[in-house]
């Protein structure tokens, strides 16, 4: 990691999907930031998120329905439908719509709990006010995990105000940085609840994985999961657990610094190259390019890189790319 004082020239990505300008520009088409963008902060930032079903079109051709909170004005990195970014001294108003077949509500772990119920049919206001820089993730807590499984959940990057390369008030800078938001799916629950019935949780057993939404090899041809840097940088991963198993997340060609779990300070900074993400955790790494090449990342959870059980291409599920110049 960097001192609190290093300074260098900045290469701001070509493929980054960013409005600018207004309130609505820090809902992002991706979550890859530029670094040393300083936001407009002390601003309230307004978002619609709709809770619905839809198809999802899974990496073998088949298709399961799904849930998701999707934002009109545009969705999160690679395939997610929404993902969230403001400053620590924002106001984030959010708006659910609720168009599944049951009361659901928006909690963010960390910030926001307890929250009231939105019934089907209707919407709520749901706020937050100056939260501490960190990665956050969110989703519905009322119905015993069902909706976290069906995919009902989504990342929430907070940076710090006046220091978009940091991943927090004084801490390690980055000259890149990545969300990777971590998801499965046992697409035997998802039919079950499609069709109106019920699903014991302590019968899970994902069958398929993602990153961002995608698996691979569709996470490698994606501009948002496909992690590229330049021998020499520092780059910052967040990895965000939204899904409902232990997700060991395992780097090829180097080793990483955990930087903080769940916002906290890691004080025993050791180098490696798997690092575990439990559920519902937000672990954010830096990881210092100390060579050229092109590298796998991937969850060390076998089933984790096959899709229904069967390696495609030849690696399906929750692996991405580290390439490196």
């Known amino acids: 990691m960097k001192s609190d004082d290093t300074q260098r020239d900045i290469k701001r990505r070509d493929f980054l999907k960013m409005g600018l300008g207004s309130a609505a520009a820090f809902t992002l088409g991706g979550l890859v930031l530029p670094v040393r963008r300083t936001f407009a902060g002390g601003v309230t930032v307004n978002v619609t998120l709709v809770a619905e079903s839809y198809t999802k079109t899974l990496v073998d051709g088949s298709s399961v329905t799904a849930w998701r909170f999707r934002n009109p004005a545009g969705g999160g990195p690679g395939g997610l439908d929404s993902g969230l970014v403001i400053n620590s001294d924002d106001t984030l108003n959010v708006t659910v719509t609720n168009n599944l077949d049951r009361p659901i509500n928006f909690v963010v772990p960390g910030l926001l709990t307890g929250t009231a119920t939105v019934a089907m049919g209707a919407s709520r206001l749901y706020s ?25 959940a ?3 990057v907070v940076m710090p105000a006046g220091a978009g390369d940091r991943l927090y008030p004084g801490g390690p800078t980055f000259d890149r940085q990545y969300t990777l938001f971590l998801q499965e799916i046992d697409d035997r629950l998802n039919s079950a609840i499609a069709g109106g019935g019920s699903y014991d949780l302590a019968n899970y057993e994902p069958n398929y994985y993602f990153l961002n939404g995608l698996s691979h090899p569709g996470t490698k041809g994606d501009a948002d999961t496909r992690i590229v840097m330049s021998n020499g940088e520092d780059v910052a991963i967040r990895m965000i657990n939204g899904g409902t198993i232990v997700s060991p997340m395992h780097y090829h060609g180097y080793h990483v ?51 229904n059980g069967v390696y495609v291409n030849p690696f399906g599920g929750a692996l991405t790319m580290l390439e490196a110049t």
């Open 257 to 307: 610094d955990v930087a903080t779990r769940d916002r906290v300070v890691e004080t025993a900074v050791v180098a490696k190259d798997t690092v575990l993400v439990r559920v519902d955790e937000c672990v954010d790494v830096i990881l210092q390019v100390d060579q050229v090449g092109m590298y796998p990342l991937h969850t060390h959870y076998v089933p984790g890189v096959t899709a």
């Open 154 to 156: 989504g990342p929430l």
């Open 128 to 152: 937050i006010s100056s939260p501490a820089a960190g990665s956050y993730l969110y989703r519905d807590d009322t119905t015993a995990g069902i909706a976290t499984a069906m995919g009902l």
